[in-house]
């Protein structure tokens, strides 16, 4: 028996922005750390398929006009314009088998609770648990569990799926988590049941 080992009926695995604006070398915010782990976040959606879990993929879309009267949050001011809606940017990636069964979140902010139908689709289909993987480690993965965490949900961070640009980005973030609201465990010690 692994040391994580995920009911199926109670587990999301969480799949955080694996798309081309961030994970293939034409996107906009292309990072080399992010197409790294495209190959070990497909093994986890494979092994969580295979055991009846749930997948839920967070999609980060920006609507073109979306900071034209902010006050203050304007990530199109601080990392340039991204995964723009409409645009190839947006997609996940073709690496992943998405499939109709899947819940896809967009989302317009790093955190993928805010604004969201996330908390109350997880509720609704009696989900506690979520494993998550995906990118960027101390940018939308980080925020995305630290508001799971605070919502009474259990976080647990795969370190080797999880992608960032520096690896003092990923160090930071998986300490931060593992210290304040979360779990951290590899690849390899995760199974679901």
Same mark, same amino acid.
């Given at each position: 028996?692994?040391? /994580?080992?995920? %009911?199926?009926?109670?587990?999301?695995?969480?799949?955080?922005?694996?798309?081309?604006?961030?994970?293939?070398?034409?996107?906009?915010?292309?990072?080399?750390?992010?197409?790294?782990?495209?190959?070990?976040?497909?093994?986890? @959606?494979? %092994?969580?398929?295979?055991?009846?879990?749930?997948?839920?993929?967070? $999609?980060?879309?920006?609507?073109?006009?979306?900071?034209? %009267?902010?006050? /203050? /949050?304007?990530?199109?001011? $601080?990392?340039?314009?991204? @995964?723009?809606? *409409?645009?190839?940017?947006?997609? !996940?990636?073709?690496?992943? %088998?998405?499939?109709? #069964? +899947?819940?896809?979140?967009?989302?317009?902010?790093?955190?993928?609770?805010? $604004?969201?139908?996330?908390?109350?689709?997880?509720?609704?289909? *009696?989900? +506690? #648990?979520?494993?998550?993987?995906?990118? !960027?480690?101390?940018?939308? @993965?980080?925020?995305?569990?630290?508001?799971?965490? !605070?919502?009474? &949900? $259990?976080? @647990? !961070? =795969?370190? +080797?799926?999880?992608?960032?640009?520096? +690896?003092?980005?990923?160090? /930071?973030?998986?300490?931060?988590?593992?210290?304040? &609201?979360?779990?951290?465990?590899?690849?390899?010690? =995760? #199974?679901?049941?």
């Amino acid at each position: 028996m692994s040391e /994580y080992t995920f %009911d199926s009926e109670r587990t999301a695995l969480v799949v955080v922005d694996v798309q081309n604006g961030f994970c293939h070398p034409d996107g906009s915010l292309y990072a080399p750390g992010s197409e790294a782990v495209v190959d070990d976040v497909a093994a986890l @959606v494979d %092994d969580a398929r295979e055991a009846d879990a749930t997948v839920v993929y967070t $999609r980060d879309v920006h609507p073109p006009e979306q900071f034209e %009267d902010s006050h /203050y /949050y304007d990530e199109f001011e $601080r990392w340039g314009e991204h @995964v723009v809606e *409409g645009t190839w940017e947006t997609e !996940l990636v073709s690496e992943l %088998d998405v499939r109709e #069964e +899947d819940h896809v979140v967009v989302k317009h902010t790093y955190d993928a609770f805010h $604004r969201t139908e996330l908390e109350g689709w997880l509720n609704a289909h *009696g989900i +506690d #648990e979520l494993v998550i993987c995906g990118t !960027l480690a101390n940018v939308c @993965v980080l925020h995305t569990a630290g508001s799971a965490g !605070l919502r009474d &949900f $259990r976080p @647990v !961070l =795969v370190e +080797d799926a999880i992608g960032a640009i520096e +690896d003092e980005h990923r160090e /930071y973030a998986l300490d931060h988590a593992g210290w304040l &609201f979360g779990e951290v465990t590899t690849s390899d010690d =995760v #199974e679901f049941e």
